[in-house]
């Protein structure tokens, strides 16, 4: 079935660098990708919808300058948390939708932790 | 969106057929009904969708009401591995960018 692959699966950074989370769909075209987060004991947000080769469409309350989201071939999508803060410790998930299918796939998450 | 309630949680012995129930009294003509889980410190996976008809797949079953304004999702042998957090997510067929918005789902606990 199709796959999507999220990396890195967790990562630790510092309290003011960025750190970039790549999805990647492994074996189909995906032109739209989502971002979601988690915190824990409770559901995924939505955080904002990635559209190849264009701007990307963010919920309300998501800061598009500090979630930078790009999207520039119909396999790869990415998600740079700028400056991160403690506060942005999280799971992060990406899913794709293969074409105009009904169903999603989700990559594994990513879970970061700012220090 | 269109709303889904599902319980909060739910326990099953193992081995034992396991009835998830969803309520979704305000569908739309055109919205599929989703079932995804998420287990732990993982991505959610899709388990199975329906529009009307009951569904079956290796995974579980689909049981529709014929308003439609509730589903089952129904695990046929419940094993260890199936305790996760099921999502019943309501999606329209006919999206450009249609978002897929989880509630709180239910967590399911099998008991050995």
């Known amino acids: 079935g199709a796959v999507v692959s999220q990396h890195p699966s967790w990562v630790i950074c510092k309290s003011g660098t960025s750190v970039k989370i790549e999805c990647r769909s492994l074996d189909f075209q995906a032109t739209t990708m989502f971002w979601y987060r988690q915190f824990p004991k409770q559901s995924l947000m939505l955080m904002a919808t990635s559209n190849e080769g264009s701007k990307a469409t963010y919920e309300q309350g998501v800061e598009k300058d500090k979630f930078l989201i790009n999207h520039a071939s119909l396999t790869l999508s990415t998600l740079t948390v700028t400056s991160a803060h403690p506060e942005d410790s999280s799971f992060y998930i990406c899913?794709?939708?293969?074409?105009?299918?009904?169903?999603?796939?989700f990559g594994n998450g990513t879970r970061l932790t700012v220090t | 969106d269109a709303k889904t309630t599902q319980p909060n949680s739910m326990e099953s012995n193992e081995e034992e057929p396991v009835h998830l129930p969803c309520n979704h009294s305000t569908i739309s003509g055109t919205d599929y009904i989703h079932w995804y889980r998420q287990l732990p410190s993982q991505g959610p996976e899709y388990v199975i969708h329906?529009?009307?008809s009951n569904v079956n797949n290796r995974m579980a079953s689909l049981a529709i009401a014929e308003d439609r304004k509730s589903s089952t999702l129904i695990l046929h042998r419940a094993t260890l591995r199936d305790a996760a957090v099921y999502y019943c997510?309501?999606?329209?067929?006919?999206?450009?960018?249609?978002?897929?918005?989880f509630g709180t789902g239910t967590r399911l606990t099998i008991i050995p």
């Open positions: 329906g529009l009307t």
């Open positions: 899913s794709a939708r293969e074409g105009a299918r009904v169903t999603l796939h």
């Open positions: 997510i309501l999606l329209t067929e006919y999206f450009g960018n249609e978002k897929l918005t």
